[in-house]
């Protein structure tokens, strides 16, 4: 969207502190996952596209934000938010206030995200739709027995994103290594643990823009292949993804486009539209997959809302498809625009 095809708008980039979220994390990756540096370079691109854009915090005053919006005079707002009051559980709850005030906003209504922040709902209704997707446990408390699918086993909260939860020590081959597993999450992260059956072959995730209507139907980007340098290193765990000081950091390296052949790319593509439909995606998201030794595809995840920083994964298939990252702010906020007031 530019102000030429349409008029100029008033748009919040609302956003919540990642950086007062996860202060058990070191300070410098902190910084890089904070989400108002996003903010404030997503509202820069947007104001030289001819929006009045600005950043804005969710912070713990929900009544202020109102006020806020409304004094500001804002058409629409480009949704950032992960975590209000420091809860990633809370992410659905900033687009439903958004819906509730009549506002349009980008990206993901509160029923996608609140189902896809659920490992175990979202393993079901892929599992109920036909979807292949491995085969998993849900452990409230720490397991007395052996579960009933194979080892070795992924072991992973069972409500975060961005690889919280998951480190080298979350690949076990035995019910110590699961007990262990379940019993740090359960303590650090105060929530389920998922078990599921680990994948280990080649690791691809494909982006998803679109709001799924006959206007802006949806459309897969180029898939990105996460590439295992070192057979050390099996996940991308939280250290692989935000640390650069950690020695998987640099061999763990996305290629965009992956290197496979058209019939893989086209059932990629495939599956990811059906994801895209059971789950009612909007504007943007990212399909996350892993194939077994026999070329079989499998769901691992379906992340609504995914990163969009310059160098994140989204932004790098978005310039794989030839759309440079300005143009794909522009057209997140023309799908957000789009929808209206939900």
């Avoid at 008029?7 to 919540?16: E, G, I």
């Avoid at 209000?84 to 506002?103: G, T, V």
């Avoid at 993901?108 to 979202?122: H, M, R, Y």
């Avoid at 990212?286 to 994964?313: H, K, Q, T, Y």
Wanted: glycine share 8%.
């Amino acid at each position: 969207m530019n102000p030429a095809a349409g008029k100029p708008l008033r748009v919040a980039v609302l956003y919540t502190s990642v950086f007062e979220a996860i202060k058990e994390v070191k300070e410098e990756i902190r910084e890089d996952m904070d989400l108002a540096v996003n903010a404030r370079m997503v509202a820069e691109a947007l104001r030289s596209c001819g929006h009045d854009a600005w950043p804005q915090a969710f912070g713990k005053d929900a009544g202020g934000l109102v006020s806020t919006l409304i004094a500001m005079r804002a058409d629409a707002v480009f949704n950032l938010s992960e975590c209000p009051f420091l809860s990633p559980e809370k992410e659905l709850h900033a687009c439903a206030l958004l819906e509730l005030l009549r506002l349009p906003y980008t990206g993901n209504g509160p029923l996608t995200l609140g189902i896809c922040n659920s490992k175990s709902l979202t393993k079901q209704l892929l599992a109920a739709n036909g979807i292949p997707t491995p085969p998993f446990r849900l452990y409230p408390a720490v397991p007395a027995e052996d579960p009933d699918i194979p080892y070795p086993l992924l072991v992973k909260p069972a409500n975060e994103d961005g690889s919280a939860g998951i480190t080298e020590d979350s690949f076990v081959h035995d019910l110590a290594g699961l007990r262990r597993q379940v019993k740090w999450l359960k303590e650090g992260f105060r929530q389920d643990a998922l078990a599921e059956e680990f994948v280990g072959g080649r690791e691809f995730n494909v982006g998803v823009l679109g709001n799924g209507t006959a206007a802006d139907p949806h459309r897969s980007l180029p898939p990105a292949e996460l590439v295992y340098r070192n057979p050390r290193w099996r996940l991308c765990t939280y250290e692989s993804k935000w640390d650069s000081t950690h020695p998987s950091y640099a061999e763990i390296t996305p290629v965009c486009p992956a290197e496979a052949p058209p019939e893989l790319i086209g059932r990629l593509s495939a599956i990811t539209m059906d994801c895209a439909r059971i789950f009612r995606l909007a504007g943007y998201a990212r399909v996350d997959f892993r194939m077994n030794d026999r070329g079989e595809l499998f769901v691992l995840e379906v992340n609504p809302n995914p990163d969009i920083s310059p160098d994140a994964g989204m932004a790098r298939a978005a310039r794989a498809a030839g759309i440079p990252y300005p143009e794909l702010l522009r057209e997140i906020l023309r799908l957000g625009v789009a929808l209206g007031a939900r």
